[in-house]
């Protein structure tokens, strides 16, 4: 794989990116690319997540299921558009359940790095996506990658916050030994999309939620504000 794994998370990856399904996978996105497929985000921008979030660092865990897939939207964070694209309607929604929990005003962006940059892990399952097709790239391989990533977050001492909204970032926990083990703090809701956010997204307050327990336990809150 192309990708410059950051430092810190390179004892938890380099195991699994040496694996045989890791290479199938570099090869599968190379051969893609080679055809004149776009794929979403850019180079050097598949890891952006664990980028501006180094292991030790981890508060907060968001997880998504896979990127944008319209031109210029996504940018290595899940649920996230660089600054200038239109808000996507989940993102919108997210907002207004954060205006709703904290009182502070929507932001007029998508770009979430500032919370990332606070310790806030915005991981999406899957790194990358064909333009224009939703899901494309699942089942690849890079479930290995990202089970490894919340695995490594979940083994820590540290408590430490999952939010997980939808079935599918819901399922992914399941899979992740010692998650559950009380620990940490699990923040569970539909997804914020505007098919399922009116059955228990909007009231859910997962921003006040989180830094409660965040403080509770000596981490700092975050500042949700953009």
């Not at 502070?104 to 310790?119: F, K, N």
């Not at 399952?125 to 490594?152: E, F, I, K, P, Y």
Request: net charge neutral; aromatic share 6%; charged share 20%.
């Amino acid at each position: 794989m192309s990708e410059q794994v950051p430092t810190s998370w390179k004892p938890v990856l380099d195991p699994v990116l040496t694996g045989e399904e890791a290479r199938r996978l570099g090869g599968w996105l190379r051969a893609e690319e080679a055809a004149g497929k776009l794929v979403y985000p850019p180079r050097g921008t598949r890891l952006k997540a664990l980028e501006l979030t180094p292991l030790e660092e981890v508060k907060v865990v968001i997880l998504g299921q896979d990127p944008y897939h319209g031109p210029g939207q996504a940018m290595g964070l899940c649920f996230a558009v660089p600054e200038g694209v239109k808000v996507p309607p989940s993102l919108v929604n997210i907002y207004k359940e954060l205006e709703a929990d904290l009182a502070i005003p929507r932001p007029s962006h998508g770009d979430l790095s500032s919370w990332a940059r606070q310790g806030v892990l915005l991981l999406n399952n899957t790194l990358t996506v064909g333009a224009g097709q939703a899901g494309s790239h699942a089942g690849r391989g890079w479930d290995l990658v990202t089970d490894a990533c919340v695995a490594a977050v979940a083994a820590r001492e540290v408590p430490s916050v999952f939010i997980l909204w939808g079935s599918h970032a819901q399922a992914k926990a399941k899979r992740i030994a010692g998650l559950r083990d009380g620990r940490h703090h699990i923040i569970e809701s539909p997804h914020p999309s505007p098919l399922s956010a009116h059955r228990g997204f909007f009231g859910s307050k997962p921003f006040s939620r989180a830094n409660a327990f965040l403080t509770e336990n000596g981490r700092g809150a975050i500042d949700w504000s953009l």
